[in-house]
């Protein structure tokens, strides 16, 4: 149980980070102060139910897609978030195509490190108590 609310957190975590260093490099992206707690709610819903689904097409259907499925989650929780969030706006093609890519690429990064920090917390914390 601790380690899905973990697991849960990092995601909201990355998630938004991912939002959040893609609006300081891209300005035609913005996102409002209150409504970003949304926007990451959202955009981490869609990512988690759409993964599966597309990883499943990717699978049966689409073998090509198979590669790129982290992308297109991406993309789709995007264009879901601006759709029913105030908070988030994406303007011009290109910022959608750069958008996904940065949100995408933050949020990786920003997975593979939070826990690393989390267990070295943990860690330290653990080996203060045991001395």
């Known amino acids: 149980m601790v380690r899905l609310l973990v697991g849960i957190l990092v995601r909201l975590a990355a998630n938004a980070v991912g939002l959040l260093v893609a609006t300081a490099v891209l300005p035609r992206m913005t996102i409002s ?3 970003f707690f949304t926007a990451v709610a959202i955009f981490t819903v869609v990512e ?20 790129g499925v982290a992308l297109v989650t991406t993309l789709v929780g995007l264009i879901f978030t601006t759709a029913l969030s105030d908070g ?3 303007s011009g093609l290109g910022t959608w195509a750069a958008a996904t ?10 997975t593979l490190v939070l826990p690393l920090l989390f267990v070295k ?3 330290r914390r653990r080996a203060t108590t045991a001395n």
């Open 101 to 110: 890519v940065v949100v995408w690429l933050a949020a990786l990064v920003a």
């Open 88 to 90: 988030l706006h994406i």
């Open 121 to 123: 917390k943990a860690w």
């Open 48 to 67: 988690v139910v759409a993964d599966p689904l597309l990883t499943k097409i990717s699978l049966t259907s689409l073998p090509v897609l198979r590669g």
């Open 33 to 35: 102060g209150v409504a």
